[in-house]
């Protein structure tokens, strides 16, 4: 079936940043009819549902793997997602104190650097040693020895959590009601998979589904992984040059509050993945979150096996440049040790000893065995983005901007940068369906 109308643009997925995507086109006045195409039943089922992600409003100045560009970037993008939290996000997420902890030396002079780099930046910033953090955060210094209680230092701030899950669902509802003010067509389309995207002479795409065709000038691909997929087989040459390596993060839990907010410890500069961190979760206040553990896994949707013909698939696209990239990052001795701990913390019995023992235990020093529980049905897979040209595994979003064509790969931090993400890719559908009008005639 053909559904008849035509629209200006046409948005693929819809998770937080596909949402956040059509919450910003509902406002442009350049754009009259857009709609949303979703394979699952609801809005946020796979990176954004609440189970799959650390709930973390990343703002820059604690990942202490971001370098000074990176930190004052993300600072920006999460600045314009805070501002829709506190307008319109009620409900939404929850303002808790967030600091990441230096113990070792090496850890303390990091952080001391850190904070003198991005203290001008960063007013809120404050860097604070035992006693505040102990005021703080008592279960991080509790059951701590007199040298570690000395030498322990933090960055601190007040920070957010925020249910991503129900973020994107505020997003929809902010802008079906936009629309309707305004007057435009904005149609929403659940359980709707995309099979193929082609490009007619008239300058539409035409999108296939299980539920008909759909017809739209220029469309913005929000669908993980799946984005690249898309790019490479509409021919992008950029998106030919990167391939994905999937990271699949786990947690465990304690079923109880243990600690007050967020709090995060020193990452490798080498790796690029997150540090195992606490978290009272955003969901109950009762439970605390700790990882996330993470390992590579051949899969694009996390417990959802069926997507291992999808990972095979675009591996074909380009498989010895593929499995010499992974093999230059194999060779890396500290991606493998890396990779062996996370594999570890992943085995019964075994992994929650050593997760309690390596990770644990440096933030909540009097965490026991008994405490913690593997979280089932926890955790999400990140798309990792390989550039199969320098044979390197690189860091943050990915967006390939083709002809009428705009597709977003956005591994973390990709939910904190949602709104950021969606002002420019409206910036960008504005102009590319000007230019579309200029070139075929017809808006």
């Known amino acids: 079936m053909a559904h008849d109308t035509i629209y200006d643009f046409a948005i693929m997925g819809g998770g937080v940043v596909g949402c956040a995507v059509a919450f910003e086109a509902s406002r442009s006045p350049e754009i009259q009819s857009f709609v949303l195409l979703e394979k699952y039943a609801a809005v946020a089922q796979v990176s ?38 506190v307008t319109r996000g009620k409900g939404v997420y929850r303002k808790m104190p967030s600091m990441v902890i230096g113990v070792t030396p ?45 030498r322990i230092v933090a960055l601190y701030s007040m920070g957010y959590a925020v249910d991503y899950e129900q973020l994107a669902q505020s997003f ?25 995207i082609t490009r007619g002479d008239d300058g539409l795409y ?5 539920r008909g065709t759909f017809r739209a000038k220029v469309i913005v691909v929000c669908a993980g ?21 999937p990271a699949a993060g786990s947690f465990y839990y304690i079923p109880r509050k243990v600690l007050n907010g967020k709090v995060y410890t020193v990452q490798d500069d080498h ?20 990882g996330p553990t993470t390992i590579i896994l051949p899969f694009f949707e996390r417990y959802h096996f069926s997507t291992l013909l999808d990972f095979i698939r675009m591996g074909l696209v380009s498989p010895g440049a593929y499995m010499r990239t992974v093999c230059r990052i194999l060779l890396d001795a500290r991606f493998r040790l890396f990779e062996l701990k996370n594999i570890l913390y992943n085995i019964p019995w075994l992994g929650k000893y050593l997760f309690m023992r390596w990770a644990a235990k440096k933030i ?5 065995m008994r405490d913690l529980h593997f979280g089932r049905g926890m955790g999400g897979i990140r798309p990792q983005l390989l550039n199969l040209v320098t044979r390197e595994l690189e860091m ?10 705009i597709f977003n790969v956005t591994p973390s931090p990709g939910a904190s940068s949602c709104m950021g993400n969606a002002i420019e890719d409206i910036a960008l559908v504005e102009s590319l369906l000007d230019e579309w009008e200029r070139r075929y005639g017809r808006r």
């Open 106 to 150: 090496e850890e303390v002079q990091k952080l001391e650097a850190r904070y003198e780099m991005l203290k001008p930046y960063f007013p809120d910033l404050e860097f604070i040693r035992g006693e505040r953090i102990g005021a703080i955060e008592p279960k991080v210094m509790e059951g701590r020895n007199e040298e570690e209680k000395k």
């Open 206 to 210: 035409v999108i296939t589904t299980n």
């Open 172 to 196: 929809m509802r902010e802008a079906a009601e936009e629309a309707e003010v305004l007057g435009k067509t904005f149609d929403v389309f659940f359980r709707t998979k995309a099979r193929t």
């Open 225 to 245: 992984p799946y984005s690249l997929g898309f790019a490479q087989k509409l021919g992008h040459p950029k998106a030919l040059e990167y391939a994905i390596l």
């Open 271 to 290: 790796i690029p993945f997150a540090a195992p961190h606490a978290d009272r979760a955003v969901y109950n206040e009762h439970e605390t979150r700790l």
């Open 48 to 85: 954004s549902n609440v189970l799959a992600n650390a709930e973390t409003l990343h703002q820059g100045a604690k990942e202490t793997n971001f370098p000074f560009v990176k930190a004052l970037e993300m600072k920006r993008r999460s600045d314009q997602l805070i501002e829709y939290l």
């Open 364 to 368: 909540i020093p009097t965490i026991r």
């Open 396 to 405: 943050g979003i990915g967006k390939f901007v083709g002809e009428f064509g």
